[in-house]
């Protein structure tokens, strides 16, 4: 499902680029003064020693700081990436054919490309979730299991923490481990007993394994690291969609069982879905500025100029590019508060107050 998707997607940014823009330019690690989500993605810096072959491979990777157009045409790995992926109609049959689609589902959620395949994932969670319900075998696989509870609950389907019940502690596996403490996140009420457990005992081995491995730190144990002290739900997603796309490592994704072709097709498109989304934030932050200065907003002595804070609380939360309207009323809205905000406060005098209030009245 992702080749038909990558070529639909490219082909939109490759051909109708952001208005006012030939072509698009990879977020660099320069911010803008502006500050907040108009800062560009950053260099990703290994700490590890260097490997010839991952010297060799990095020649090939698209580097953030590059330019958009100058990329390989996604069309032309349409073959070769039909080959690594499931196509939507096929049920899968086995936990290792699940836990392939649960994880191609989940990387395309972390760098912020979902939304491009929400057909097929529909598709693939439909199919877990009905497995799900059934009890099926496939579910005793532990990092399966606690993938799929993750996701499908993050999707909005009904299921139960019951489900994890079965898991023992006796664990060693990171990537086990990882996962269901992630699952312990997703709690929606107060009564979730099972979730409370599973993320106690799970976070503890996590930690003792971090400690046990402070002179060598894998990818894997930097995921782990970053899980333990930032959960979910205390971050913005479209940061940790930044983050992801730095932290990508083609040689380091085996999980995926994807050529590495097709890696660098994930990465490629998660690259150029990040870059138009800021360069739209861009364009749309200079509209509201000017619309401030010709609504002479910035010439009220009384009035804090908030427009930055408000548009950045709106690009964090509804970031899809087409939400550019919503971004833009939200921030026009806050700044029209403040502005009434601090004229009641200190900038109007009791009948220029009473008179206001009359007018609202009415």
Known sequence: FFCTSTNRVAAAMMVNPPPGSSSLTLPTARCSSRGGL?????????????????????????????????????????????????????????QESLHRQLSMVDVLQKIGISRHFASEIKSILDFTYSYWLQRDEIMLDVETCAMAFRILRMNGYNVSADG????????????????????????????????????????????????????????????????????????????????????????EHPILQLTWQTNQDLLALGVMDFNTSQSIYQQEYQHLESWVRESRLNRLPF????????????????????????????????????????????????????????????
């Open 303 to 362: 009035a804090r100029q908030k427009l930055a804070y408000f548009y950045l609380s709106a690009a964090s939360t509804m970031f899809p590019p087409e939400l550019s309207d919503a971004r833009i009323l939200w921030a026009k809205n806050g700044a029209l508060t403040t502005v009434v905000d601090d004229f009641f406060d200190v900038g109007g005098s009791k009948d220029e107050l009473e008179n206001l209030t009359a007018l609202v009245e009415m």
């Open 164 to 251: 994890l019940s079965h898991i023992s502690t006796d664990l060693s596996d990171t990537r086990s481990l990882l996962e269901l403490y992630k699952a312990s996140q997703v709690s929606t009420s107060d009564d979730e007993l099972i979730l409370d457990i599973i993320g106690y005992w799970s976070g503890h081995l996590l930690r003792q394994q971090l400690k046990s491995s402070e002179a060598q730190r894998t990818p894997l144990l930097r995921e782990v690291e970053h899980v333990l002290d930032s959960p979910f739900y205390t971050m913005l997603d479209r940061l940790e969609h930044k983050r992801n796309i730095e932290q990508f490592d083609i040689i």
């Open 38 to 94: 108009l800062c560009g993605v950053l260099p990703m810096r290994s700490t590890r020693a260097p490997r010839p072959a991952v010297a060799r491979v990095a020649k090939n990777k698209p580097q953030v700081g590059g330019n958009v157009a100058s990329m390989p045409n996604l069309k032309a790995r349409e073959t070769q990436t039909k080959k690594q992926l499931h196509k939507p109609e096929e049920v899968p049959t086995c």
